[in-house]
């Protein structure tokens, strides 16, 4: 899995200047007609079919700029809205087309158009009038609707609804399938237990004179009369039936106010104070008036914003899930439009629109433009002017597609469910359309910030109906190590099946043996794993075949890890897979394990069959005189632990040579290096670190934590000079040391100090790090090199979530943290639970030896993102109470999260 949009380029040209990209079909086409493209200046307009391609004969203006381009008249006529004209392209039978051009009044230029309903077209000026035209048919024109003069628009958006709760009526005098109907009472009867025919044979309860009321019983649970029949389909929302639609017009004006008219009679059934501050709900004014902010409130916290583009559409299942985008300034809002039926007009809707809550950070960071390089004074040209591009069919997905400076998919599944998924591979996209031919079915076509068209299409095979975009890879058995192996590109998986074993060991350790034992065949023997190595390739995401590594029986993988070791016999380093095992025969005999060292060989495939390149080849595997519990590896050493002791090998051709060891703890269940630190994680003794010179070949001892832990994962946390160790234990603590030998506890740097902890919640069992994002454009103003050198501390929790763990600066740690400190007070809690008493460890200040005071906490990411959820009004009283601006505020999450985009 991974968290952006990795799209599939089908094709790829380069075109300078696009500003927007329209694709269209008509009714009854199968793949899009037409893929008209504008720029400053000019259209090109390109016909679709087996190739993309210039188009001479085409009915669309091409020496001006587009501002809308698509279908009316059902899907049959083409329509484009330049800056100060329409022009509508008519069939003909004689001549093939009638083009004809509507101009607006003298003076007024277009700023946007619409279309909705298939027969309707609304145009916005630059002064804010809104024209609103409506197909006719008879005399195949357009021709103005507007009953009322619309003036001081600032965005506009029409909308067909097929959920049913755009109405004004009641749910009680609705008739409609979907809408709320208000439960009755339920009458709760007592309901004896009647046992089946099989119970009587083998209990004899059942008797005769129960069949009567048994049969009765059945009846009563298998059989409905029509009205009860009729209230079942109402409650349970019945898809299969069809649905009414309404068409509706939304309107936010120049004062922010959003209005909702009722087409065609163009009458206000909907009307909202402000959105400007993006509140969690939105309400008519005549419902709910008295919880309205105040004016002079929002005049304060959105001094320089203002509402950009407005969206009003239904996704989900048949698209019965009305939601609404609202842009202000280079922010996206999002809301859920539900039944609200409270207000004492019965003329209007009663609906109001609920926030969704959800983690995108659209914008780019806002530097003073005299302090920026002069590549970036030309920013505003890579982003887009429209922004909201909705899509039907990508993928067998419906959405909208955000293009901001860091681009989302908003997907809605069949289970009516928002899905955001970011794709920020090619940087800001400016332009955006579903797109469909031949060579790419269910696509899309978008145009990027490296001045490039792109025909593209979502992986094939992958589910974006999670948090994160995801594929199944089918392995045999239960997955226990997974590891890259970087020369061969391929992943080496070790798996365990399980089988009933018969078998029981005897014997000491030198000599085994085994005896058959042979129960009744009813007897249910215990399941014994058996433990294979297999490949899967990442280019289709398949297990190779033929090639796997069985393990004997008995035996179990502690340990694997494709490590760079080198040769005594070679020059440079090589890639092996590394596998550690224990023998485990029972309690009576004692543990022995295996060290195991396979080659991956990458040779010449046979025809047509490319996957037969890959090869197994074992080389080193010999008995250890312990259980072999972990491994790791450094400056091309293997690094194991082996009973209570610490090896480090060399690889001389096919042997293992030992050059140093040391004695550890109780059990050591994990190793990590960096450079030649190690870092052991003991299961009873917590953590400490080790140092291995290759010059004296010497394993010493760094230090150590005296404290006792059950110690879960441990891993290096890297942050430019500095270097701290996360520990994670058995009662869900997040604890991170530190080698301070000028502490005063540490006792010249023996002991590890104790500088943060926090408590997560869940058992954390794997770490690893990755190195901090610097791909994204804010990279290089908020310090390039700096993140090249700083790692995030990624973990995995048994519960199944992934987490990450990175180190801060300590000014943005002190506004972090009264930010969480504030949210904590001013948010509720969910469920009555406080999240700072829930972030604080459970480990207490009495089962430690060290006697640190006043540790930090780490600060919660969650409580974090609250800050986002608030509208701006209360955005703004908090940042008020920290002494800071906004701006200032949102930037410190924008670089946590931008640095932590890995996948």
Same mark, same amino acid.
């Given at each position: 899995?991974?968290?952006?949009?990795?799209? !599939?380029?089908?094709?790829? *040209?380069?075109?300078?200047?696009?500003?927007?990209?329209?694709?269209?079909?008509?009714?009854?086409a199968t793949y899009h007609e037409y893929v008209v493209i504008t720029t400053v200046g000019r259209t090109a307009v390109f016909q679709s079919g087996e190739e993309i391609s210039e188009d001479v004969e085409h009915p669309f203006r091409v !020496?001006?700029?587009?501002? *809308?381009?698509?279908?009316?008249?059902?899907?049959r006529t083409p329509v484009q809205v330049t800056r100060f004209h329409v022009r509508i392209a008519c069939a003909a039978a004689d001549s093939g087309a009638v083009v004809t051009e509507l101009e607006l009044a003298e003076g007024e230029e277009i700023a946007f158009a619409t279309e909705g309903g298939g027969n309707r077209l609304a145009v916005l000026t630059t002064l804010g009038k809104l024209w609103l035209f409506e197909w006719h048919s008879a005399t195949d024109s357009l021709i103005p609707s507007n009953h009322r003069e619309l003036s001081n628009i600032a965005a506009v958006s029409f909308f067909t609804d097929r959920s049913g709760i755009f109405t004004s009526s009641l749910p009680r005098d609705v008739g409609t399938i979907d809408m709320e109907i208000e439960p009755e009472k339920p009458v709760l009867e007592r309901m004896e237990s009647i046992p089946e025919p099989e119970e009587d044979e083998l209990y004899g309860l059942y008797s005769t004179q129960n069949e009567k009321s048994d049969n009765t019983h059945r009846e009563k649970r298998f059989t409905r009369t029509q009205e009860e029949l009729h209230q079942f389909l109402q409650e349970e929302r019945v898809n299969a039936m069809l649905y009414g639609s309404s068409e509706w017009l939304l309107v936010v004006h120049r004062d922010s106010t959003l209005s909702i008219f009722s087409l065609p009679d163009l009458v206000v059934v909907f009307e909202a104070s402000s959105i400007l501050h993006a509140p969690r709900v939105i309400h008519d004014v005549r419902a709910l008036d008295q919880l309205s902010v105040p004016p002079e409130l929002i005049d304060s916290a959105c001094a320089d914003m203002r509402i950009r583009e407005v969206l009003l559409l239904g996704l989900g299942s048949r698209g019965t899930q009305p939601y609404l985008f609202v842009v202000i300034n280079e922010d996206i809002h999002v809301y859920h439009a539900v039944p609200f039926h409270y207000g004492r007009d019965g003329a209007r809707l009663r609906i109001s629109f609920s926030k969704v809550k959800h983690e995108m950070l659209t914008r780019e960071r806002r530097l003073k433009r005299q302090k920026l390089p002069k590549e970036h004074m030309e920013v505003d040209d890579r982003l887009a002017k429209r922004h909201l591009r909705p899509f039907h069919d990508i993928g067998g997905y419906s959405g909208v597609f955000l293009c901001f400076p860091y681009s989302f998919f908003v997907m809605a599944t069949d289970r009516n469910v928002l899905r955001f998924h970011p794709m920020?591979?090619?940087?800001?996209?400016?332009a955006f359309a579903e797109f469909s031919n031949a060579s790419?079915?269910?696509?899309?076509?978008?145009?990027?910030?490296?001045k490039q068209i792109r025909v593209a299409q979502l992986e094939p095979g992958w589910n974006y109906d999670f948090n994160w975009p995801m594929t199944k890879i089918r392995v045999p058995g239960t997955v226990h190590h997974l590891s890259y192996h970087l020369e061969c590109k391929a992943y080496v998986v070790c798996s365990s099946l399980f089988y009933p074993e018969k078998r029981m060991i005897i014997g000491g350790v030198d000599n085994v043996e085994e005896e058959v034992v042979e129960r009744d065949p009813r007897f249910v023997y215990p399941q014994?794993?058996?433990?294979s190595l297999h490949l899967i390739t990442p280019d289709e995401w398949q297990l190779v075949p033929e090639v796997s590594y069985q393990l004997p029986d008995f035996e179990h993988i502690t340990g694997m890890k494709v490590l760079a070791l080198r040769n005594g016999t070679e020059t440079g380093m090589k890639e092996y897979v590394v596998m550690a095992s224990n023998m485990s025969y029972g309690e009576d005999v004692q543990s022995r394990g295996r060290l195991i060292l396979i080659d991956v060989l990458d040779l010449i495939p046979e025809p047509d069959k490319p996957l037969t390149r890959f090869k197994m080849k074992e080389i080193y595997a010999e008995e250890q005189k312990g259980p072999v519990t972990a491994i790791c590896g450094v400056n091309g050493y293997i690094v194991s632990a082996i009973g209570q002791k610490i090896f480090i090998w060399t690889l001389k051709g096919a042997t293992l040579v030992g050059v140093a060891f040391l004695d550890t703890q109780i059990y050591v269940h994990q190793l990590t290096a960096i450079k030649d630190l190690i870092l052991v994680a003991d299961i009873q003794r917590s953590t400490s670190i080790l140092r291995f010179q290759e010059k004296y070949r010497t394993l010493s001892l760094v230090a150590s934590d005296p404290n006792q832990m059950h110690t879960y994962a441990t891993e290096f946390c890297v942050d430019n000079q500095n270097l701290t160790v996360a520990v994670t234990d058995i009662r869900q603590d997040l604890h991170i040391f530190q080698f301070d030998p000028d502490y005063y506890f540490s006792s010249f740097g023996n002991r590890l100090v104790r500088r943060m902890e926090c408590n997560l919640g869940q058992y954390v069992t794997n770490m690893?790090?990755?190195?901090?994002?610097?791909?994204?454009?804010?990279?290089?103003?908020?310090?390039?090199?700096?993140?090249?050198?700083?790692?995030?501390t990624m973990f995995t929790t048994l519960e199944g979530a992934v987490g990450c763990y990175v180190n801060i600066p300590e000014k943005t740690y002190r506004r972090v943290l009264m930010i969480e400190t504030i949210l904590s007070n001013h948010c509720n809690h969910r469920a009555g639970l406080s999240p700072r008493l829930y972030w604080n460890a459970k480990t207490s200040a009495d089962e430690r030896f060290d006697l640190v005071g006043n540790i930090k906490t780490v600060a919660d990411g969650k409580v974090l993102s609250l800050f986002m959820e608030l509208d701006y009004t209360e955005q703004h009283e908090v940042a008020a109470k920290i002494g800071c601006v906004v701006d200032t505020l949102v930037e410190e999450l924008l670089d946590i999260d931008r640095q932590t985009s890995l996948f």
């Open positions: 899995m991974h968290r952006t949009i990795r799209p !599939d380029v089908v094709a790829s *040209f380069d075109l300078h200047g696009a500003e927007n990209i329209w694709t269209l079909r008509s009714s009854g !020496d001006e700029r587009t501002i *809308f381009c698509g279908l009316i008249n059902d899907g920020v591979v090619d940087g800001p996209i400016k790419c079915a269910a696509g899309f076509v978008y145009y990027n910030s490296r014994a794993p058996r433990f690893f790090r990755f190195h901090c994002a610097a791909w994204y454009p804010d990279a290089e103003r908020v310090g390039h090199l700096a993140l090249t050198k700083k790692h995030v």
